[in-house]
């Protein structure tokens, strides 16, 4: 059994870092982190506060779906203030933080299923949901929750077996969601201050999707479309060529394989 304390002291503690994880709140036990990362940025939390769960009643995910989150995952959510121009990077800036991350601690590799999931061998690692609260021009906060699949038997949980992994079921192993979360606040910062500097992070994210070039199928609200998805815009929408030639830009949607 890894040794495994997320207590705040353990998280921040020498976490090289400015901001982000330098303020971490820890429940055993909540229904979504989600909620209380909100109402802490309506009460002024500071920027780069961290709300962790060690399980989630009432985990979501994207699009209302119910995010599966026991004990020995990693939930979290990191509470931002970025400018309005930088929030269609930040779906990037989480998936490529997850990803190095889990390659840093595990030497794992994964992939971006467009537009949030993680993939490790073709099934889903890792989930990511964006909340932002904006008002006009002004972005009130932005939360990034996060959702690692770390020592789940996938065996315990068949009805999402055929789609999901874990990291110690991929390595046979547990693994340290300490280490994780800890690589994953750093790495979540250093993209967050290249995005802040003028940098784009949207090369590296475009060149680790493992959607692009596949025949696919998309569901948006009501609307199925099928095609080929040739590439992604910088505002993080999905450009699908459909089989009569046309080009659709999906800006919402859920990718099917068709292969
Ligand atoms: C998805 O794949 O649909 C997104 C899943 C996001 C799950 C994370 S776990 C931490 C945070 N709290 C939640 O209730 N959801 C997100």
């Known amino acids: 059994m890894v040794e495994d304390n997320l207590s705040p002291d353990s998280i921040s503690r020498d976490l090289e870092t400015r901001f982000v994880g330098q303020r971490v709140l820890y429940y055993p036990s909540l229904p979504s982190t989600m909620e209380v990362a909100r109402r802490e940025a309506q009460q002024e939390a500071a920027e780069g506060t961290v709300i962790i769960a060690g399980e989630q009643t009432l ?7 119910v995010w599966l989150s026991p004990k020995g995952n990693i939930s979290l959510s990191i509470i931002l203030h970025p400018s309005l121009s930088y929030l269609p990077s930040l779906i990037m800036l989480a998936s490529l933080a ?4 889990i390659e840093a601690v595990t030497g794992l590799k994964s992939q971006v299923k467009w537009p949030n999931d993680i993939l490790i061998n ?5 989930g990511i949901l964006i909340e932002n609260d904006v008002q006009g021009n ?8 996060i959702g690692v699949n770390v020592n789940l038997r996938l065996a315990d949980f068949p009805e999402i077996q055929p789609i999901a992994t ?4 991929e390595l046979g192993r547990e693994v340290s969601r300490l280490s994780v979360i800890r690589c994953l606040l750093v790495e979540v910062e250093r993209l967050y201050l290249t995005l802040s500097a003028g940098g784009s992070i949207y090369q590296e994210w475009r060149d680790n999707l493992v959607t692009l070039g596949k025949r696919v199928r998309v569901k948006t609200g009501e609307t199925i479309y099928e095609g080929v998805a040739e590439s992604v815009a910088r505002d993080g929408s999905l450009l699908l060529r459909g089989l009569d030639g046309s080009l659709t830009k999906i800006v919402v949607g859920d990718v099917t394989p068709r292969d």
């Open 59 to 65: 985990g979501r995910g994207r699009l209302k779906r």
């Open 98 to 101: 997850v990803a190095h991350s």
């Open 138 to 145: 002004t972005v009130n906060c932005s939360i990034i929750g």
């Open 122 to 126: 073709g099934r889903k690692v890792c």
């Open 166 to 169: 874990s990291l110690s079921d």
